[in-house]
């Protein structure tokens, strides 16, 4: 459905902080959002942009802002705009091929440094709050569970993580796993809740707030409540039930589950592909049947939490390149492969595997894949390509990253991917060559032991593919795909014209705002919140200390009102809260839609 906790999830990685060695992950899926139109506590006092009403009411009626707003539009579940640009002749986000891959890939991708004194001001803020947590730990013993009698057991709880989580993090808190009680379509609808003892608990208010939604991965807009994905998957629950409570290797089989993996071979243009009940965990619970003490992987630094949880728990050794760079990953690859296991040796390896993901979800950007896939078959290696963001978002035919720059799918040895994003469902898959997934159905712990994908859930996914292929004799797939990359760029570009920093590349539909400070991350998740936008905080562990950010992620769903309407309050909260850090130049003409 979409993330509003991403800064919690980094506490859920094997190590506490999402991160391999020497890098740090992204930890990426599920979704909870939780609001707040008011906070009683002082800490979490309502914050308001400094503008007056009536200078605002003034600026709303300039030729540039929209009319707009979340609060006019029926509170109706999945409710949709009537004047979707759908029909448009937007280009698909596509590789050009004008440029060598890498001039390409610097000239389209952003990744403005931080300015200096911004940097000293984050570094001193997060220390002075780590010393303020010090202090009251002292002063004020928590009320918290402690470990009794465990001498000579390891401890259960790590000190920092459970100091960090409660004078640190708990500050914040609010802006994180935000409850919502509609679908996240274009729009949501938030729970509103208060806190009267500074985040340690919440309750209820009673009431709601109704949310434009540029926080969930709904980048298709399947995730509705109305529509014919909905329709066929109500009709499918009613016919099959909403569980088949069993693994796929039991009784958990049907013949809607091979459809569904044959629709999905076809989808990618590969041999076979396997069907799982669960999205990220699929990572985690498949690379130990992949990999083995005797083999190396060589991951980027910025892949996701459930990739390192996979590698970890294969015991293959971890070698991590810098993020997207080419030549340390030509680098690390030689070295490995010439010096060998040296835990046995010497010897060769049995297996030399990249790993990589299509959109790395924290920052935005593009795997380099045609340099990857000319560096795998240099030195002989597997590759193991995750879309869980690119899938769907990505290529003319929404195919992935594969399909965006042209790429034979069957040079990537196992396509990795989640239906709980572009198809608006749940589970996840792998594809490639026939044998490889024979293997799977017989080693693969998914498959034998996690629970099937429901009959509803795999409606939806079937539905929404067919959908993207064109198979349900309509252009509404190939428009949504065309939408999302006009939005995509407008969006980014609009942006730049601001003045804040983004990272990423200008074709990815997850848009991270540097906003560096803690603080800044808290105050810029709860003004847009009283402004009626939900958007995804995202700071450490998630995130470098120096680098807390907001994630806007882009859907077909949204229209031109609303994005202009999102543009507009974040340019007055960026003034207000001084984030607009870019030194680029920015364009002073008007950016087309």
């Known amino acids: 459905m979409g993330n509003f906790d991403a800064f919690e999830q980094g506490f859920a990685s094997p190590n506490g902080n999402g991160r391999l060695p020497n890098g740090h992950g992204s930890p990426k899926d599920s979704i909870s959002v939780e609001p707040e139109r008011k906070f009683s506590a002082p800490a ?246 992949l990999l083995g003490p005797n083999c190396m992987v060589v991951s980027d630094e910025k892949n996701h939490a459930s990739i390192i949880l996979g590698l970890r728990l294969s015991g293959a050794t971890i070698k991590v390149f810098k993020h997207n760079n080419m030549r340390d990953l030509e680098r690390v690859l030689r070295d490995g492969i010439c010096q060998g296991n040296v835990k046995n040796g010497g010897k060769p390896w049995s297996k030399v595997m990249i790993i990589v993901e299509g959109i790395f979800s924290m920052e935005g950007s593009i795997v380099r894949l045609p340099e990857v896939v000319a560096l795998k078959k240099k030195y002989k290696a597997y590759l193991y390509l995750d879309e869980a963001h690119s899938v769907g978002a990505m290529g003319s035919h929404g195919r992935g990253v594969t399909d965006y720059y042209k790429v034979d799918p069957k040079d990537v040895d196992i396509l990795m991917g989640t ?59 190939r428009n949504k795909i065309m939408q999302l990359a006009r939005n995509t760029r407008y969006f980014r570009r609009r942006l730049a014209q601001l003045g804040v920093i983004t990272y990423g590349h200008e074709d990815s539909p997850v848009v991270p705002m540097l906003v560096y400070l803690f603080s800044k991350i808290g105050a810029v998740v709860r003004t847009l919140t009283t402004r009626h936008i939900a958007v995804v905080g995202a700071g450490f562990p998630a995130t470098p200390i120096m680098e807390g950010r907001i994630r806007f992620c882009l859907s077909a769903a949204h229209t031109k009102e609303q994005l202009d309407y999102a543009l507009q309050v974040i340019d007055e909260t960026a003034d207000d809260l001084g984030l607009k850090y870019s030194r680029k130049p920015r364009d002073p003409n008007p950016i087309e839609y």
């Not at 001498?151 to 708990?170: I, M, N, P």
């Open 44 to 289: 979490y006092t309502e914050i308001r942009t400094r503008r007056c009403n009536a200078k605002a009411a003034a600026e709303s009626k300039q030729a540039n802002s929209s009319s707009y707003h979340p609060e006019k539009k029926a509170l109706m579940n999945g409710h949709a705009s009537a004047s979707r640009e759908q029909g448009s002749s937007s280009k698909p986000n596509q590789a050009e091929g004008k440029l060598s891959p890498e001039k390409e890939h610097y000239q389209k991708t952003s990744f403005e440094e931080v300015p200096m004194h911004t940097a000293c001001l984050t570094y001193l803020g997060f220390y002075l709050l780590m010393i303020l947590g010090y202090i009251n730990q002292l002063l004020f013993v928590p009320k918290v569970a402690t470990e009794k009698g465990r001498e000579g057991y390891v401890a259960l709880y790590d000190a920092f993580e459970s100091f960090y989580s409660r004078y640190v993090y708990r500050r914040i808190k609010d802006c994180w796993n935000r409850p919502i009680c509609s679908v996240p379509g274009d729009e949501l609808t938030l729970k509103d809740r208060v806190t009267d003892d500074y985040g340690w608990s919440f309750k209820f208010t009673g009431t709601e707030t109704r949310c434009l939604n540029l926080g969930s991965y709904n980048y298709l807009g399947f995730a509705a409540a109305t529509g014919r994905c909905a329709d066929e998957s109500e009709e499918r629950a009613r016919d099959s039930g909403l569980a088949y409570c069993s693994s796929r290797c039991e009784l958990g089989n049907n013949a809607q589950l091979d459809e569904l993996e044959k629709l999905t071979a076809r989808y990618f243009g590969v041999e076979d592909a396997i069907v799982f009940g669960m999205g990220f965990a699929t990572n985690a619970l498949n690379l130990p049947s």
């Open 419 to 477: 239906f709980t994003k572009s198809f608006g469902s749940a589970g996840g898959y792998l594809a490639g060559s026939k044998k490889l997934i024979d293997f799977l159905r017989t080693n693969s712990h998914a498959h034998c032991y996690a629970g099937s994908i429901s009959p509803p859930i795999a409606q939806q996914i079937l539905t929404s593919m067919k959908t993207i292929m064109g198979e349900d004799g309509t252009e509404t797939g």
